[in-house]
């Protein structure tokens, strides 16, 4: 099936999210690709291009490092530990994960540190977590419709979609130096955003020379040499794997809770509007490409400075994480006042009336954006 055009593919093709903190020291940029770079027949950028959107896979076992130093304070790392969810958590540091694809309704991943291991496995209409270190297992059940799909991490495939809807006037495209990557042969594909407004470098995609699947995704930042974010595989088999690896056996002594269907919220379309609905953020995006900005006006106006204020629940990482947004630098101008959250690839404003205003783009961009 197409990698590019399939969503269970896309998600399920390299699972990764972003990260915590080094996990178990992690595995060094430098790993990711070694020796020197391989005499490959040339290719165009458009027939890369073609390779990518065209490309196909039945099955995928391999290891997966990925890292990112997106120059940003704690604050995901917090939100992670809130949850319970360390998947959830992923925005900094480097991570090693195991992934197994299957087909559309087989595929599994494994985040393992060294204070235990979390799966996800899904087997056709059966989805399973796994924390090994509270031994507790979640079960449910997928509707037959199959909608309502687990949610699963970034992938280095859904990146490259992401990053080609972005492609435009505004984007230069061109083939950079070949490489070696988990030990194949790859081409690389490089996207440059012409807008400077963009806090995006280059966008680089290594695609393996005869599967055309993506096997490694950077992101440079702008004034930056080394990637703000890349994620690539280490090891990687082309081989369906086997169907045992799908299955959950729970160990001996796991609490497993079934979660029913009730107690999931169901698509917007499926519930009536109420109190909650009202406080649903009204959302826009300012300008296309590169350079979009997204605009949130929440529901409740008390602004940052109140929502750090209210944080005090008695909950460390609650406390914490509003003590990280309350030290936030403040700002103001012609379009109001807030804060601002900047890290090497993107920037977030809170203004105080209540608005989230976030883009890969420098924080001048969205005050503008702020102020229409």
Same mark, same amino acid.
């Given at each position: 099936?197409?990698?590019?055009?399939?969503?269970?593919?896309?998600?399920?093709?390299?699972?990764?999210?972003?990260?915590?903190a080094?996990?178990?020291?992690?595995?060094?940029?430098?790993?990711?690709?070694?020796?020197?770079?391989?005499?490959?027949?040339?290719?165009?950028a458009?027939?890369l291009?073609? *390779?990518?959107?065209?490309?196909?896979? !039945?099955?995928?076992s391999?290891?997966?490092?990925?890292r990112?130093?997106?120059?940003? %304070?704690?604050i995901?790392?917090?939100?992670?530990?809130?949850?319970?969810?360390?998947?959830a958590?992923?925005v900094?540091?480097?991570?090693?994960l195991?992934?197994?694809?299957?087909?559309e *309704?087989?595929?599994?991943?494994a985040?393992? *540190?060294?204070?235990?291991?979390?799966?996800?496995?899904?087997?056709?209409r059966d989805?399973?977590?796994?924390?090994?270190?509270?031994?507790?297992?979640?079960?449910?059940?997928?509707?037959?419709?199959g909608?309502?799909?687990?949610?699963?991490?970034?992938? %280095?495939?859904?990146?490259?979609?992401?990053?080609?809807?972005?492609?435009?006037?505004?984007?230069?495209?061109?083939?950079?130096?070949?490489?070696?990557?988990?030990?194949? !042969?790859?081409?690389?594909?490089v996207?440059t955003?012409?807008?400077?407004?963009?806090?995006?470098?280059q966008?680089?995609?290594?695609?393996?020379?005869k599967?055309?699947? %993506?096997?490694r995704?950077?992101?440079?930042?702008?004034?930056?040499?080394? =990637?703000a974010?890349?994620?690539a595989?280490?090891?990687?088999?082309?081989?369906?794997?086997?169907a !045992?690896?799908?299955?959950?056996?729970? =160990?001996?002594?796991?609490?497993?809770?079934?979660?029913?269907a009730?107690a999931r919220?169901?698509?917007?379309?499926?519930?009536?509007?109420?109190?909650?609905?009202?406080?649903? =953020?009204?959302?826009?995006t300012?300008?296309?490409?590169?350079?979009?900005?997204?605009?949130?006006?929440?529901?409740?106006?008390?602004?940052?400075?109140?929502?750090?204020?209210?944080?005090?629940?008695?909950? =460390?990482?609650?406390?914490?994480?509003?003590?990280?947004?309350?030290?936030?630098?403040?700002?103001?101008? !012609?379009?109001?006042?807030?804060?601002?959250?900047?890290?090497?690839l993107?920037s977030?404003?809170?203004?105080?009336?209540?608005?989230v205003v976030?883009?890969?783009?420098? %924080?001048?961009r969205?005050?503008?954006?702020a102020?229409?």
């Amino acid at each position: 099936m197409s990698v590019m055009k399939n969503r269970a593919v896309l998600r399920w093709l390299v699972p990764v999210t972003a990260g915590v903190a080094v996990i178990g020291g992690g595995a060094a940029v430098g790993t990711f690709a070694a020796g020197a770079d391989p005499a490959l027949p040339p290719r165009s950028a458009a027939q890369l291009l073609d *390779d990518l959107r065209t490309s196909r896979l !039945d099955g995928l076992s391999g290891t997966v490092v990925q890292r990112a130093d997106l120059g940003l %304070p704690p604050i995901a790392a917090l939100a992670g530990q809130a949850s319970g969810n360390q998947l959830a958590g992923l925005v900094s540091g480097t991570h090693t994960l195991r992934v197994w694809y299957g087909g559309e *309704d087989r595929q599994r991943l494994a985040l393992v *540190d060294t204070l235990g291991e979390q799966d996800v496995l899904r087997n056709g209409r059966d989805v399973w977590t796994w924390n090994s270190r509270e031994n507790t297992a979640v079960h449910r059940k997928l509707p037959a419709d199959g909608k309502d799909l687990p949610s699963a991490p970034a992938t %280095p495939a859904d990146a490259a979609q992401q990053a080609l809807a972005a492609i435009d006037p505004t984007t230069a495209v061109t083939v950079g130096r070949s490489a070696t990557v988990a030990g194949r !042969d790859a081409y690389e594909l490089v996207l440059t955003p012409r807008d400077k407004a963009s806090l995006v470098h280059q966008v680089r995609i290594a695609l393996d020379a005869k599967e055309h699947v %993506p096997l490694r995704f950077e992101v440079l930042a702008d004034g930056q040499d080394e =990637p703000a974010f890349e994620v690539a595989f280490t090891q990687v088999d082309f081989r369906t794997p086997d169907a !045992d690896q799908f299955r959950f056996n729970p =160990p001996p002594g796991v609490k497993v809770t079934e979660e029913t269907a009730e107690a999931r919220p169901g698509p917007a379309t499926d519930r009536k509007p109420g109190a909650a609905d009202a406080k649903r =953020p009204d959302v826009r995006t300012v300008g296309t490409g590169w350079t979009t900005v997204v605009v949130a006006t929440l529901g409740d106006p008390a602004g940052l400075d109140g929502a750090a204020k209210a944080g005090g629940s008695g909950a =460390p990482d609650a406390d914490m994480l509003a003590k990280v947004l309350g030290d936030l630098p403040k700002v103001s101008g !012609d379009w109001g006042s807030g804060r601002l959250l900047s890290g090497k690839l993107f920037s977030v404003l809170l203004t105080d009336d209540g608005r989230v205003v976030a883009g890969l783009v420098t %924080p001048e961009r969205l005050y503008q954006a702020a102020k229409g």
